[in-house]
């Protein structure tokens, strides 16, 4: 009985098994596309931008881009840096400066504008100091006894 039971088994089994002759087809698109197209995927043509200025047909105009920031830090443990820039659509400017472990103070002012790419001006305030080296007193401890 058991070995009817085996064989059914086998057979019900055999028979679920998918067809292996189909071939893959592509899911259909819920955004609109034909079964197996995935227009989805496709990007939309976009309008050209056009920051300001007359707009012809067909181009999207929004507004320049424009900000300014800065910040600054000089603490008790000798750090001393900062940085600002300001931006009006293609132009920015700017500069920051870093104190240097030499003493001196490092300076640069940069521009970023249309097709001469980003020009810095560097500048150096101050003499670069070494000090002599001091050797400290050196360590030796206590004895202990044990």
Known sequence: MSQVIALASLLVVASA?????????APGSSFGGSAGAASFLRPAARPAIN???????????????????NYAVNDAFGNDFG??????????????????????LQR?????????????QVTYE?????????????????????
Request: no cysteine; charged share 10%.
């Open 17 to 25: 098994k998918p067809d292996l002759s189909q071939s893959y087809q």
């Open 51 to 69: 920051f300001g200025g007359a707009s012809p047909a067909g181009i999207l105009t929004v507004s320049r881009p424009q900000y300014s920031f």
């Open 83 to 104: 940085h600002q820039e300001g931006r009006d659509g293609y132009n920015t400017q700017g500069s920051y400066y870093v104190q240097l472990p030499d003493g001196r």
């Open 108 to 120: 640069v002012a940069y521009a970023v504008n249309g097709n001469q790419g980003y020009v810095a």
């Open 126 to 146: 101050g003499v670069a100091q070494y000090p002599a080296f001091q050797p400290s007193a050196s360590y030796s401890p206590a004895p202990s006894y044990g």
